[in-house]
Nanobody, 128 residues
């Protein structure tokens, strides 16, 4: 089984930047598509960004397009979420997720139910 650990969260002023990391460990020999989700206090978890196993396909929720960038370094078993121009509405706990994909698949996934491995999350707080 794969384990995921997020890092890089913190407190930042409006307009600032943060880079989140999601490090995978355990049985990482298979190919995994990855995603980032966030959950603000009192709200449901929502999709943020997804990336396929080799980084050739990306997808973002409309509200972060042009501001956030998802990427991965498979040699480091790490997925990143670069967040620029952060706004107070971006405040949330950010979690990464993984799903094993067949060798022939270049798909990414945007549904929470698509993923079967989750990290514990990292808090991002944007002050106005």
């Amino acid at each position: 089984q794969v384990q995921l650990v997020e890092s890089g969260g913190g407190l930042v002023q409006s307009g600032g930047s943060l880079r989140l990391s999601c490090a995978a460990s355990g049985r990482t020999g298979s190919r995994y598509a990855m995603g980032w989700f966030r959950q603000a206090s009192g709200k449901e978890r929502e999709f943020v960004a997804a990336i396929n196993w080799n980084g050739s396909s990306l997808f973002y929720v409309e509200s972060v397009k042009g501001r956030f960038t998802i990427s991965r370094d498979n040699t480091k078993k790490t997925v990143y979420l670069q967040m620029n121009s952060l706004q107070p509405e971006d405040t949330a706990v950010y979690s990464c997720a993984a799903v094993k994909v067949p060798d022939y698949s270049s798909a990414y996934y945007i549904g929470m139910d698509d993923y079967d491995v989750w990290g514990q999350g990292t808090q991002v707080t944007v002050s106005s």
